[in-house]
């Protein structure tokens, strides 16, 4: 069973930025896109970026513009880069595999982004 682990949270002042990473416990990417979720107690969880099937990449038109999905297949590794994060961002962020049939989640990782 893969084991997908989220880190890299934290609490940043609005306008500041993170970089959230998750690591599989095998080699994955060749034959899945990865993508990032985040969700709000109480909220259903949202998808925020990701990879599609052809290697491009799509983003929520909330982070549009501010938020980068890159890997590294080397590492099984996906990374978010956030840039000028504002308090709407605040939520637990996961990553996971596109489509229906998902890896059991990780923890996820908090981002706190004060005003």
């Known amino acids: 069973q893969v084991q997908l682990v989220e880190s890299g949270g934290g609490l940043v002042q609005a306008g500041g930025s993170l970089r959230l990473s998750c690591t599989a416990s095998r080699s994955i990417f060749s034959s899945n896109a990865m993508v990032w979720y985040r969700q709000v107690p109480g909220k259903q969880r949202e998808w925020v970026a990701g990879f599609t099937i052809g290697s491009n990449t799509d983003y929520a038109d909330s982070v549009k513009g501010r938020f980068t999905i890159s890997r590294d297949n080397a590492k099984n590794t996906v990374y978010l880069q956030m840039n000028s994060l504002k308090p709407e961002d605040t939520a637990v962020y996961y990553c996971?595999?596109?489509?229906?049939?998902?890896?059991?989640w990780g923890q996820g990782t908090q981002v706190t982004v004060s005003s």
């Open positions: 996971n595999v596109r489509g229906l049939r998902k890896l059991p």
